[in-house]
């Protein structure tokens, strides 16, 4: 009999749950960077800014959390026993998604935090800096999404 | 615009040292601590000997170091009379290069990678 990994018996719902707040996600940060891109264009909504900022850094937090208990169920069962064998494609497709995810996180602080700032005259000079880290935290949601479901289509969970 | 530009310079410098932390096992023979999903085991190593995850580690490393940089560097910036848009856009610059470099990086290592699965007879 195969070792069983950590949460293996959990590891389906801790997935669906990571496809589902991952696909919050995309709303979230897509409509988040489209509210700092108009912010830096002159035309500044900072309630529904940070309350996007939040429902973005909720559910990235959310999905990120998720995905890493799920994880060595992952690495052992589908990456260890499948992937690497039959599609390494997708074994090295999913660490780089990883990265993506992990190198967005300090991004999204960085969006979070200037978002919380968007009423302070003084942080006028920031808005281009503020629809960076927005845009950026929505592309890596974009890839780390459509590269997921690209290796669950290969082997899920 | 002390105080925002304050929070931005401390939340950049602590993105690069974040990235720096994230990355540095890559480049130096640091010992981590990697898990073993199938023996349900923690083992301080350099190379895993089999089916292991350094990410935990690597990922508690960089928010150590992200959480320690930002500490440190929001009083200091705070403190500055002035912080003006020349040093708010060095910080961003480098901020992002240095996230650029390690994405481009592991992407770069990542594409050429072969995988060694489980050898069969584990399984």
Known sequence: MPPEPALAGAARALVAG????ALALLVAATQHARLAWRAAGGRLDAGLARLYAAATAATYGATLVLGLLAYPTFRYQVRG??????????SN??????????????????AFGLSRLLDDTRARALAWPYAVAAALVAATAWFATVSGFAVAFARAV | MTKPAALFVALGAAAIAFV??????AFASEALPWYYPADHAWVVEV????????????LAQACLAWSVVFAVALPIARRRREIGPRA?????????????????FFAWTLHYRVPVPV???VR
Not at chain 2, 20 to 25: M, S, T
Not at chain 2, 88 to 104: D, E, H, K, P, R
């Open chain 2, 119 to 121: 050898p069969s007879e």
């Open chain 2, 88 to 104: 708010v856009g060095l910080v961003a610059a480098w901020a992002l290069t240095a996230i650029a470099f390690a994405m481009l």
């Open chain 2, 20 to 25: 720096v932390a994230y990355a540095y096992p």
């Open chain 1, 93 to 110: 497709l999913f660490d780089t998604k990883e990265t993506a995810v992990v190198l967005g996180l300090p991004v999204l602080a960085i």
């Open chain 2, 47 to 58: 190379r895993p000997t089999g089916v292991a995850i350094d990410l935990y580690a690597r």
């Open chain 1, 18 to 21: 990571h496809a589902v707040c």
């Open chain 1, 81 to 90: 026993l499948f992937l690497d064998r039959h599609a390494p494609w997708a």
